[in-house]
């Protein structure tokens, strides 16, 4: 079970944090990730955390603004996302597997088990 919350309307140029809770893990050996979708637009990968080492992977498109991290004593993960652009505006979606992809996999949505129901995140311009 993954639960993600923070979403809200912001203003471009704002910073937002939304997080993921994930209660329910079990293994020290995770990886989590968020992806986020526009409307009318594809999946798109965003950042991804390795638990144990904290490797971590950006998208293209947010390299430099956010940041993930992870909590291993909440079982959460974060996005800080500084700078935001309208065209960040999504719905962000928190994703989770035992099994952690090698980092040029880190940003395949196929490599997760396990996704919330995301939260929303509106940027105007």
């Known amino acids: 079970q993954l639960v993600e919350s923070g979403g809200r309307y912001v203003q471009a140029g704002d910073s937002l944090r939304i997080s993921c809770e994930a209660p329910?893990?079990?293994?020290?050996?995770?990886?989590t990730a968020w992806f986020r979708q526009a409307s009318g637009k594809e999946r798109e990968f965003v950042a991804a955390?390795?638990?144990?080492?904290?490797?971590?992977a950006y998208g293209d498109s947010v390299k430099g603004r956010f940041i993930v991290s992870r909590d291993v004593r909440k079982n959460m993960m974060s996005l800080q996302m500084n700078s935001l652009k309208s065209e960040d505006a999504a719905v962000y979606y928190c994703?989770?597997?035992?099994?952690?992809?090698?980092?040029?996999?880190?940003?395949?949505?196929?490599?997760?088990?396990?996704w919330g129901a995301g939260t929303q995140v509106t940027v105007s311009s």
């Open positions: 994703a989770a597997t035992y099994r952690p992809p090698i980092l040029s996999a880190m940003r395949d949505p196929a490599q997760y088990d396990y």
């Open positions: 955390i390795r638990w144990t080492g904290q490797t971590t």
């Open positions: 329910g893990r079990t293994s020290s050996n995770f990886a």
